[in-house]
T-cell receptor, first 113, second 112 residues
């Protein structure tokens, strides 16, 4: 079946602009995660959605970052007033209910000029 | 919260040699330990995982061992091949949380 997809694959923006990154999880997966991966670094947790529960936003680095998940499926990560330090690859992952195993999307490479 | 340390950051081996990557964790409540492989420019993919009720798990040329007492776990790759070259990440989760903490990654280079 189809895996996790993300769009766009690449995004170049100017400092101060807002960006929206999209994630389509595997159909039926109830859990959805967003991570940030800076060059040569590990995966930094941003936010976690599980079904209809309130999301765990404990990893969001500032109030410029927000995410929503509509209808328990597609998720959008929004970064307002982008800064150069926001440049990174943003990865989305999903998991079926009751499973720890995460399936990652291909990521969106964000470059802030 | 959980803290995961991964070593080494870079590992260079000759084809056919074995490779070992080690991770330590801090939260004794963690009970799930996956390993992900990320090839250059591609998404991380799960290659093997282990739960705290098991000490060792093997899948062909890869194996993972877990020492709960010492709070460390290791990835072992035998008979390495050039296509094993990638960045490998360990992670730990559990204690009621499905949010994993990742190590910083190990860049494995296998020379033909």
């Amino acid at each position: 079946g189809a895996g996790v997809s993300q769009s766009p694959s690449n995004k170049v923006t100017e400092k101060g602009k807002d960006v929206e990154l999209r994630c389509d999880p595997i159909s039926g997966h109830t859990a959805l995660y967003w991570y940030r991966q800076s060059l040569g670094q590990g995966l930094e947790f941003l936010i976690y959605f599980q079904g209809n529960s309130a999301p765990d936003k404990s990893g969001l680095p500032s109030d410029r970052f927000s995410a929503e998940r509509t209808g328990g499926s597609v998720s959008t990560l929004t970064i307002q007033r982008t800064q150069q330090e926001d440049s990174a690859v943003y990865l989305c992952a999903s998991s079926p209910r009751g499973s720890d195993t995460q399936y990652f999307g291909p990521g969106t490479r964000l470059t802030v000029l | 919260g959980e803290n995961v340390e991964q070593h080494p950051s870079t590992l260079s081996v000759q084809e056919g040699d074995s490779a070992v990557i080690k991770c330590t964790y801090s939260d004794s409540a963690s009970n799930y330990f996956p390993w992900y492989k990320q090839e250059l420019g591609k998404r991380p993919q799960l290659i093997i995982d282990i739960r705290s009720n098991v000490g060792e798990k093997k899948d062909q040329r890869i194996a993972v061992t877990l020492n709960k007492t010492a709070k460390h776990f290791s990835l072992h790759i035998t008979e390495t091949q050039p296509e094993d070259s990638a960045v490998y990440f360990c992670a730990a989760s559990g204690g009621g949380s499905y949010i994993p903490t990742f190590g910083r990654g190990t860049s494995l280079i296998v020379h033909p």
